[in-house]
């Protein structure tokens, strides 16, 4: 066990503050926490360990204007044996009967019962034994029920307690796991705000990705990663053909105006947002089309230009105005001019501009990015016939094939790095090989071949090393080692740079490594002006892009006149379809064969209603599946009880199902001191009923605390709470609303499926469900 330091405070205060500003934990009797430091359980551990057994002040039990009130570290036996418990709430000394032996509840309190951590096995694996399981409640993403033993853990879905790889990996944060989880119940609507509360264009995002959340799903430990470019798309292109329910004018206006220069991602992102929540915007873009890389840097045959051009036209829909064909700092508009008529400006100009590198005949090459540009305004001129792409990134390989598509009959792509270094897409790279161009990695130019006809070749030097030890790209050379490649065309793919002479005189923003320098928030040195995008980075994906407009559109919108009320959901217990412990194939696009394909049309085919059925069914819709630990907690619910602490008053239910880690609920230096419970009328019939598998010791397999209010016969009000069904106590509410009324006998088999209509076993613990009915029928025996 490692060492810390045991504390004895005599006060609260003096508990509340050593766990305020120390890294500590409480230890309320019991030997649960001692179990887990001596195991080495967690990733990480405290250095120091407060004992509140020194506060004799929270062991009480009382009554007190019909509230029983029962102080946090009165022992578990002690609340046994209490006789005003057992005059006055037996059910709550049944509880704490069944907890445990006699010697645990000699030691365990009240509310180290209601704090304790998670119990299930994956998440308790000692170190000691074997290696420490990262399950999703520690350093890990992967709940290990889903796909192994789970005979003891939720028939009610998951809950979530990080954030599933998907979503971590995706530089939007997108909700993967939620929208999946809409399009499984019909909710594709649904699913699609989910996605347009981070990224309003999936149409684009989904053609033109790298997917990084595939790099990350779990499913790729058991078969293939889920399809999820395949999904947002078909959601994507559902968006846009009913842009005029989804992207629509604001109800109201806020009368404050936001200018973009520039209409790339980050700035049409930001639009949307901005005339979202009633701003009015105007962007203004050199080129005769809005767009920016969407529209003229990326080829159509992976982004078909009317996609671009819909969603162009979605957002002038919403009241966004676009001006394109001006230039701002010339064509007689200025910087100023626009700053001074607008609330805040936002800067999204990419990099556009060529950057170069020293090598001996350089200015007879052309720039890769304008070769794109030319095709994309309908120049369809073969280039040469031997042609050298220099660079191994994204927009390299689209040179590179669009050169191909064009009809050259050699393409030569030759870049710095490994093949598995290259900054290039592992889907893009096969792409380029499936295109018959020849990739070369390990090579830097050192000079252009030329003659009195022009290029003739390049000549490449052997690239010893790319990055250093810290990982930054510092390219080493053995300029001993030379390679001739011929070719009548090069064109240089290796990096763009930003233009920035439009930003003159007080309007001349700060910059770093020739682009603008953005601070947290989108800030620029000069006040009112933000920016985003390429400009601020550099080359990046589409998605971040959008992430970085998103980002901007918030502090844009702080600026002018408050925030953009942007909320997460409350949290809840999400369900998967058991197909997904399946091991199954990923549904694949259908994508042209090389002899299909050309530069307008689009290579790949999106998938039909019928696969993407198949494919949601695949998510695993990752949480964690343990069930709740604490068998006073639905007792407790039942009786609506309050949890009583140094800082607030909050409701049992509140307490047990705001997060799946009960300590987790509680603030800095917050300490559990009181519960209080209400006692309730004489004709409420109260049952506690919990099937273990041993009488003494073992946890719940399933409990169930009831709460019937009777007269007449016939029930005037129910509680009805399972324990140990799912992550967190599980009130049943619909069963509650359908006793009112009715004789309690005569309800039961129906009470009792209408409890379980929405449980989700997994393989081995559908039993779970009818010892739940058991239970339920017996609650209603009387």
Same mark, same amino acid.
């Given at each position: 066990?490692?060492?810390?330091?045991?504390?004895?405070?005599?006060?609260?205060?003096?508990?509340? #503050?050593?766990?305020?500003?120390e890294k500590a934990v409480m230890l309320a009797g019991g030997t649960d926490l001692l179990g887990v430091l001596r195991e080495r359980i967690l990733p990480a551990y405290p250095d120091k360990v407060v004992s509140l057994s020194g506060l004799d002040e929270l062991k009480y039990i009382s009554e007190e204007k019909g509230v029983l009130k029962i102080g946090a570290m009165t022992t578990l036996n002690e609340l046994e044996k209490s006789d005003l418990?057992?005059?006055?709430?037996?059910?709550?000394?049944?509880?704490?009967? #069944? =907890?445990?032996?006699? =010697?645990?509840?000699?030691?365990?309190?009240?509310?180290?019962?209601?704090?304790?951590?998670?119990?299930?096995?994956?998440?308790?694996?000692?170190?000691?034994?074997?290696?420490?399981?990262?399950?999703?409640?520690?350093?890990?993403?992967?709940?290990?029920?889903?796909?192994?033993?789970?005979?003891?853990?939720?028939?009610?879905?998951?809950?979530?307690?990080?954030?599933?790889?998907?979503?971590?990996?995706?530089?939007?944060?997108?909700?993967?796991?939620?929208?999946?989880?809409?399009?499984?119940?019909?909710?594709?609507?649904?699913?699609?705000?989910?996605?347009?509360?981070?990224?309003?264009?999936?149409?684009?995002?989904?053609?033109?990705?790298?997917?990084?959340?595939?790099?990350? *799903?779990?499913?790729?430990?058991?078969?293939?990663?889920?399809?999820?470019?395949?999904?947002?798309?078909?959601?994507?292109?559902?968006?846009?053909?009913?842009?005029?329910?989804?992207?629509?004018?604001?109800?109201?206006?806020?009368?404050?105006?936001?200018?973009?220069?520039?209409?790339?991602?980050?700035?049409?992102?930001?639009?949307?947002?901005?005339?979202?929540?009633?701003?009015?915007?105007?962007?203004?873009?050199?080129?005769?089309?809005?767009?920016?890389?969407?529209?003229?840097?990326?080829?159509?045959?992976?982004?078909?230009?009317?996609?671009?051009?819909?969603?162009?036209?979605?957002?002038?829909?919403?009241?966004?105005?676009?001006?394109?064909?001006?230039?701002?700092?010339?064509?007689?508009?200025?910087?100023?001019?626009?700053?001074?008529?607008?609330?805040?400006?936002?800067?999204?100009?990419?990099?556009?501009?060529?950057?170069?590198?020293?090598?001996?005949?350089?200015?007879?090459?052309?720039?890769?990015?304008?070769?794109?540009?030319?095709?994309?305004?309908?120049?369809?001129?073969?280039?040469?016939?031997?042609?050298?792409?220099?660079?191994?990134?994204?927009?390299?390989?689209?040179?590179?094939?669009?050169?191909?598509?064009?009809?050259?009959?050699?393409?030569?792509?030759? *870049?710095?790095?490994?093949? /598995?270094?290259?900054?290039?897409?592992?889907?893009?790279? /096969?792409?380029?090989?499936?295109?018959?161009?020849?990739?070369?990695?390990?090579?830097?130019?050192?000079?252009?071949?030329?003659?009195?006809?022009?290029?003739?070749?390049?000549?490449?030097?052997?690239?010893?090393?790319?990055?250093?030890?810290?990982?930054?790209?510092?390219?080493?050379?053995?300029?001993?080692?030379?390679?001739?490649?011929?070719?009548?065309?090069?064109?240089?793919?290796?990096?763009?740079?930003?233009?920035?002479?439009?930003?003159?005189?007080?309007?001349?923003?700060?910059?770093?490594?020739?682009?603008?320098?953005?601070?947290?928030? #989108?800030?620029?040195?000069?006040?009112?002006?933000?920016?985003?995008?390429?400009?601020?980075?550099?080359?990046?994906?589409?998605?971040?892009?959008?992430?970085?407009?998103?980002?901007?559109?918030?502090?844009?919108?702080?600026?002018?006149?408050?925030?953009?009320?942007?909320?997460?959901?409350?949290?809840?217990?999400?369900?998967?379809?058991?197909?997904?412990?399946?091991?199954?194939?990923?549904?694949?696009?259908?994508?042209?064969?090389?002899? /299909?394909? #050309?530069?307008?049309? /689009?290579?790949?085919?999106? =998938?039909?209603?019928?696969?993407?059925?198949?494919?949601?069914?695949?998510?695993?819709? *990752?949480?964690?599946?343990?069930?709740?630990?604490?068998?006073?907690?639905?007792?407790?619910?039942?009786?609506?009880?309050?949890?009583?602490?140094?800082?607030?008053?909050?409701?049992?239910?509140?307490?047990?199902?705001?997060?799946?880690?009960?300590?987790?609920?509680?603030?800095?230096?917050?300490?559990?001191?009181?519960?209080?419970?209400?006692?309730?009328?004489?004709?409420?019939?109260?049952?506690?009923?919990?099937?273990?598998?041993?009488?003494?010791?073992?946890?719940?397999?399933?409990?169930?605390?009831?709460?019937?209010?009777?007269?007449?016969?016939?029930?005037?009000?129910?509680?009805?709470?399972?324990?140990?069904?799912?992550?967190?106590?599980?009130?049943?509410?619909?069963?509650?609303?359908?006793?009112?009324?009715?004789?309690?006998?005569?309800?039961?088999?129906?009470?009792?499926?209408?409890?379980?209509?929405?449980?989700?076993?997994?393989?081995?613990?559908?039993?779970?469900?009818?010892?739940?009915?058991?239970?339920?029928?017996?609650?209603?025996?009387?």
């Amino acid at each position: 066990m490692k060492s810390f330091k045991h504390v004895r405070p005599s006060t609260i205060s003096e508990v509340s #503050s050593i766990l305020n500003k120390e890294k500590a934990v409480m230890l309320a009797g019991g030997t649960d926490l001692l179990g887990v430091l001596r195991e080495r359980i967690l990733p990480a551990y405290p250095d120091k360990v407060v004992s509140l057994s020194g506060l004799d002040e929270l062991k009480y039990i009382s009554e007190e204007k019909g509230v029983l009130k029962i102080g946090a570290m009165t022992t578990l036996n002690e609340l046994e044996k209490s006789d005003l418990v057992k005059e006055k709430l037996p059910v709550l000394t049944e509880a704490a009967h #069944s =907890i445990a032996s006699p =010697i645990l509840r000699n030691s365990a309190t009240v509310g180290g019962n209601l704090c304790q951590d998670t119990r299930c096995w994956y998440y308790r694996y000692p170190h000691s034994i074997g290696g420490r399981v990262n399950c999703a409640r520690k350093e890990g993403n992967l709940c290990y029920a889903m796909m192994g033993e789970n005979r003891y853990h939720s028939i009610f879905g998951a809950a979530r307690v990080n954030d599933p790889p998907c979503r971590e990996k995706c530089p939007a944060c997108t909700d993967i796991a939620g929208y999946m989880e809409k399009l499984r119940t019909g909710d594709i609507d649904g699913a699609a705000q989910t996605i347009m509360d981070v990224n309003p264009m999936p149409a684009i995002t989904s053609r033109v990705c790298a997917h990084f959340c595939q790099e990350g *799903c779990n499913r790729l430990r058991y078969d293939e990663s889920l399809n999820i470019g395949s999904i947002e798309r078909y959601v994507g292109d559902y968006i846009l053909a009913n842009a005029d329910r989804f992207m629509k004018a604001p109800g109201s206006e806020k009368n404050k105006k936001a200018s973009i220069v520039g209409t790339g991602p980050a700035g049409l992102t930001a639009a949307y947002y901005l005339r979202k929540h009633g701003y009015s915007v105007t962007m203004y873009e050199r080129m005769k089309e809005a767009g920016g890389c969407l529209m003229y840097a990326i080829p159509a045959y992976r982004l078909p230009k009317d996609i671009v051009r819909r969603f162009v036209a979605a957002l002038e829909n919403m009241g966004v105005e676009i001006r394109c064909g001006v230039s701002v700092g010339t064509d007689g508009l200025s910087m100023e001019e626009i700053y001074q008529k607008s609330d805040c400006v936002m800067l999204d100009t990419g990099t556009w501009k060529r950057p170069l590198i020293g090598v001996a005949g350089e200015e007879l090459t052309r720039f890769g990015l304008d070769f794109l540009v030319d095709v994309n305004n309908f120049i369809h001129e073969r280039p040469g016939a031997d042609v050298i792409v220099v660079g191994g990134g994204n927009v390299a390989v689209d040179v590179a094939i669009t050169a191909k598509r064009l009809g050259v009959p050699k393409v030569s792509m030759v *870049c710095l790095e490994k093949r /598995e270094e290259m900054p290039a897409g592992i889907e893009e790279i /096969e792409r380029v090989l499936e295109e018959g161009v020849d990739l070369v990695n390990g090579w830097g130019p050192k000079r252009i071949l030329h003659g009195p006809g022009g290029v003739n070749g390049v000549e490449f030097k052997k690239v010893t090393s790319v990055f250093d030890k810290a990982g930054k790209f510092a390219p080493r050379y053995d300029e001993e080692k030379l390679m001739e490649v011929k070719g009548d065309v090069v064109l240089m793919a290796i990096g763009q740079k930003a233009d920035l002479g439009f930003l003159e005189g007080e309007f001349q923003v700060e910059t770093e490594r020739g682009r603008i320098k953005a601070v947290e928030g #989108s800030n620029t040195s000069v006040e009112g002006i933000f920016a985003g995008g390429d400009v601020t980075t550099g080359p990046a994906t589409v998605i971040q892009a959008v992430t970085a407009g998103r980002n901007a559109s918030v502090s844009m919108s702080e600026y002018m006149c408050g925030d953009l009320d942007i909320t997460s959901p409350a949290p809840c217990l999400h369900r998967f379809d058991p197909i997904s412990r399946r091991r199954d194939p990923a549904v694949k696009q259908r994508v042209a064969t090389t002899s /299909e394909r #050309s530069l307008e049309k /689009e290579d790949a085919s999106g =998938i039909s209603e019928t696969d993407l059925q198949k494919e949601i069914a695949r998510c695993f819709n *990752c949480g964690c599946m343990a069930v709740n630990p604490s068998d006073l907690s639905n007792v407790l619910i039942a009786l609506d009880a309050f949890i009583v602490t140094n800082m607030r008053r909050i409701s049992a239910e509140s307490f047990f199902t705001t997060d799946t880690r009960v300590p987790r609920t509680l603030e800095p230096g917050e300490i559990v001191l009181e519960v209080e419970i209400p006692l309730p009328a004489k004709e409420t019939i109260l049952r506690y009923d919990k099937f273990r598998l041993r009488k003494s010791i073992d946890f719940a397999v399933l409990s169930l605390a009831t709460a019937y209010t009777v007269r007449n016969g016939y029930i005037a009000d129910a509680r009805v709470v399972l324990g140990a069904a799912a992550p967190i106590p599980m009130r049943m509410y619909d069963v509650e609303r359908f006793l009112i009324g009715k004789i309690p006998s005569e309800a039961a088999d129906e009470a009792a499926e209408l409890a379980l209509k929405d449980a989700l076993p997994m393989e081995n613990n559908s039993y779970k469900i009818d010892i739940a009915k058991v239970l339920m029928k017996r609650s209603l025996a009387f």
